[in-house]
């Protein structure tokens, strides 16, 4: 219960880019111990896959700029690992009517190695063994992780 009240570590705040400009969400980052709690509510999801699910990544790039937000670059992969070892890599998010939420723990990064860092939102789900990034498809909205 002491989440529903912690001011969190870091926060993103996603923007849709030209494939869906009206996604739109925050995440949410709890350092707990050496844990880091996420917490994603992701709203305007588009109705373009089938399954309903999106990929969800940190990506090592530290600003959401360029053409379908090439400046993210890749997952934040600080050990150099094979996909889905990657620090980065978070479990997808699933839509209900265009909106998600998400909470998950991971021991894979602390708050501060993320700071600058990109959350990005994929067009279709991760499939957590194409190398090197899961064929999630195109990069559908970002937001850079700021300390709060």
């Known amino acids: 219960m002491q989440y529903c009240r912690k ?3 870091a926060v993103a705040r996603i923007m849709g880019g030209e494939e869906a400009p ?3 969400g925050c995440v949410r980052f ?6 880091v709690l996420i917490k994603a509510k992701i709203s305007g999801l588009p109705k373009t896959n089938e399954t309903g699910f999106f990929g969800f990544h940190i990506h090592q790039g530290r600003d959401c700029s360029g053409a379908g937000f090439s400046r993210t670059e ?3 992969n600080p050990l150099g690992q094979e996909h889905p070892e990657h620090a980065g890599d978070l479990p997808p998010l699933l839509s209900c009517y265009g909106q998600a939420y998400l909470s998950v723990k991971t021991d894979r990064f602390s708050v501060d190695e993320i700071i600058g860092r990109t959350v990005v939102i994929h067009s279709d789900p991760d499939d957590f063994h194409t190398q090197p990034a899961g ?3 195109k990069k559908i909205a970002c937001g850079v992780i700021q300390r709060r």
Do not use: K, T, V
């Open 135 to 137: 064929n999630a498809g």
């Open 7 to 9: 001011r969190p570590d």
């Open 74 to 76: 890749g997952h934040y």
């Open 22 to 24: 009206q996604l739109s």
């Open 30 to 35: 709890y350092q707990e111990n050496e844990c």
